[in-house]
């Protein structure tokens, strides 16, 4: 018996043939899946389970990393995000040291001066920003930073900076310029006495911009199916006359939970802002904004997929509710079952496809889904 009314489906053989795709191009010694923000939504104790034995997987928080260690994976995690100076002075230290092959990331002056200072120091990278404006040291601080952790040499691991712009346009420029600004400041940490391994490269970058692939590619939102853009699908289609095949992995579902006939005239949704023109039949899914449907989606032409036909979304998208014009089904009925992303029948319904109703990107919607739905592996590939 199914006790909840909305699920998301993972299809874990199209997850290997994403991650096989990535190795055959960048190498496997070179993907680092990122299962950071519930691994982009898709549930990370699926993907973390589900993926071959990996070197190196990535997150983007301490919490994070002890539960992929929860799951019984023994490779190395390593936290990209900045951390508080607390973490060192006596954080994670009052519940013990940290396990060893969870590795953090230093770019700022606050926290490496906490860890040169710590008593047991955790396995270090030291992220530059190279021209995204975010996280890490200036490339100037380079012999500042050298110096700083000269006396720790063994403890640092890793170099690494982030592309702002590498799937975004067709031009190398800037991209060319943050590679340039990435190789002086490795030379400055080398010249320091420093062995480390260099990661720059996210999904577009690894992809596009072979130079960038470096020791390993922290692969995020194209091990999950999807392009950053469909201009850089593009650009490596003219680069290489082909393109890897990455299949959406995520399905969205939910049932019908009731069946009704409107008559014409009848408002339905806040704010009186969709009348109906005709008698009208409608269904009601338990699905809104809180489960991470975007309430932009009002007003649009959203849909979603019943017995393998579209079926518009009326009035405003509520906090668990959506209202479907069903008019166009016969026999249509409590408990059929609604697709909000993926597949039904001939019809499909990607997650940039919602993204686009919503004015946002694939990362926002699937990030979004909430994880009290449950996450279950099916086998469609």
């Known amino acids: ?50 993926l071959p034995a990996v070197a190196r997987l990535c997150v983007q928080d301490v919490w994070e990393a002890e539960r992929l260690l929860s799951y019984g994976y023994r490779g190395i995690v390593l936290v990209m995000g900045g951390q508080l100076p607390s973490l060192l002075q006596g954080g994670f230290q009052d519940k013990g040291n940290l396990p060893a092959n969870i590795e953090l990331t230093a770019g700022d002056f606050q926290f490496l001066q906490a860890w040169c200072q710590a008593k047991y120091k955790p396995k270090l990278h030291l992220k530059f920003d190279t021209g995204m404006g975010r996280q890490g040291f200036s490339p100037d601080d380079a012999p500042r930073v050298a110096a700083a952790v000269a006396p720790f040499k063994s403890h640092i691991v890793g170099v690494s900076s982030h592309f702002a712009d590498a799937g975004d346009t067709f031009s190398p420029k800037y991209p060319t310029y943050q590679m340039e600004r990435f190789a002086a400041v490795c030379r400055v940490m080398r010249d320091a006495g420093l062995v480390f391994q260099q990661h720059h490269a996210a999904s577009a970058a690894a992809l596009l911009l072979p130079s960038s692939r470096h020791d390993f590619c922290r692969i995020g939102i194209s091990l999950y199916g999807f392009w950053t853009t469909a201009t850089a699908k593009t650009m490596y289609a003219k ?143």
């Not at 699920?7 to 795709?21: G, H, K, M, S």
């Not at 191009?25 to 993907?47: M, Q, S, T």
């Not at 499909?348 to 996450?375: F, G, V």
């Open 239 to 381: 680069q290489n006359k082909t393109v890897p095949t990455l299949k959406p992995i995520l399905s969205w579902r939910a049932v019908l939970i009731a069946v009704r006939q409107l008559p014409a005239g009848s408002y339905i949704g806040y704010g009186c802002n969709y009348c109906t023109t005709r008698a009208t039949k409608i269904a009601i899914l338990p699905v809104g904004y809180f489960d991470g449907y975007p309430r932009q989606a009002s007003g649009s032409y959203a849909y979603v997929l019943v017995r393998g036909k579209r079926c518009p979304i009326l009035g405003v998208v509520c906090m668990n509710m959506l209202v479907i014009d069903v008019a166009h089904l016969e026999g249509v009925q409590v408990g059929d079952i609604a697709t909000l992303i993926g597949t039904d029948g001939e019809e499909c319904l990607a997650a940039e496809q919602l993204a686009a109703w919503a004015n946002t990107i694939s990362y926002d919607i699937t990030t979004r889904l909430h994880p009290s739905m449950p996450r279950q592996i099916v086998k469609h590939l």
């Open 1 to 50: 018996m199914r006790t909840h009314k909305t699920w998301v489906e993972i299809d874990t053989r199209a997850l290997l043939n994403n991650y096989d795709a990535l190795c055959a191009v960048l190498g496997k010694e070179r993907v680092a899946p990122v299962l950071k923000a519930n691994a982009y939504g898709h549930g990370d104790e699926i993907v973390c389970q589900a």
